[in-house]
DNA sequence: ATTATTGCAAACTATTTGCAAGTGA
DNA sequence: TCACTTGCAAATAGTTTGCAATAAT
């Protein structure tokens, strides 16, 4: 399965990163495996204060920024601005379409970086950005 | 001079849509016809505030607010989460090719969305979101 | 004159930081 | 043990709101 491996991935490149396995970023990790889509830092601290209900809210933040420091979360500024994190696919280069209403993404391969564009003004090309928005098959019938 | 039309486009949008011309609106259509690229709301605020001394915050956040759901400025949250402002260009669509260090954006007429993708899922898109960030000929002479 | 707009202050949200107590290696 | 991590509380940054005074029409 690999939605196990994510957790394990993710806590591996913790220990790797000399960071101590604590019982909350086992379940972070939990969290990030169980769920393929985004979450913003309220999603995962609801999540956790099920189980641990003292967990606190910096230690929620703490963790989602190594994370993603480490590259093993993505980190997201949504449309309106929202921060969210997810589970990064690091072993390939993809996009995503998201449902502007659910936010259930789904990735897909096509990038536009493969066209020969032309760009103006002989910039440094560092990365690149590109979303699809929508409204996903459930909340279109749901809307109906 | 386009410049000073998009002045004038802005004032008549607040006129048409039935809001009073202040000179703090007039001046907000003034920074945005004089700056081409993003601003944030300091940005504008500290503009403004060197005429009008007295600006508050608030009213700044207020106009930015009304000027983008208007449809004159556009809203845009970079990379780090951060709210900028840009006049809008509602003529033709395009997309924009950023400078991560000075922020200089070029528009460019390439289009993803024009391309046959396949895009999974059954979603009924609605926008999307493209942009190329690097660093613009300048920024990498400094860097040098 | 009438009503929208402003500036102030305060509220609010999201995120970060200092520090003593707790916990993993 | 010993350094890392946590939770608390407080600080900070960014943005929004209520309201009386002000200014545009």
Redesign the pocket.
């Known amino acids: 399965m690999s939605e196990h491996n994510l957790g394990h991935e993710m806590l591996a490149a913790?220990?790797k990163s000399?960071?101590?396995?604590?019982?909350?970023?086992r379940m972070?990790a939990q969290i990030f495996t169980d769920n393929a889509g985004y979450l913003?830092?309220?999603d995962v601290y609801d999540q956790m204060s099920m189980k641990?209900p003292?967990?606190?809210?910096?230690?929620?933040?703490?963790?989602?920024?190594?994370l993603s420091e480490m590259g093993v979360l993505e980190q997201f500024y949504f449309m309106d601005?929202?921060?969210k994190f997810k589970g990064s696919c690091v072993d390939h280069h993809h996009h995503h379409l998201i449902c502007v209403n659910c936010e259930k993404t789904l990735t897909f391969e096509y990038c536009p970086m493969e066209q020969q564009m032309e760009l103006p003004g002989r910039y440094k090309i560092l990365n690149h950005r590109f979303e699809v928005y929508g409204i996903c098959e459930e909340c279109q019938e749901i809307a109906t």
């Open positions: 913790m220990t000399g960071w101590r396995i604590t019982d909350q970023r972070l913003s830092p309220k641990y003292s967990v606190s809210f910096d230690t929620v933040y703490r963790n989602l920024r190594m601005g929202g921060l």
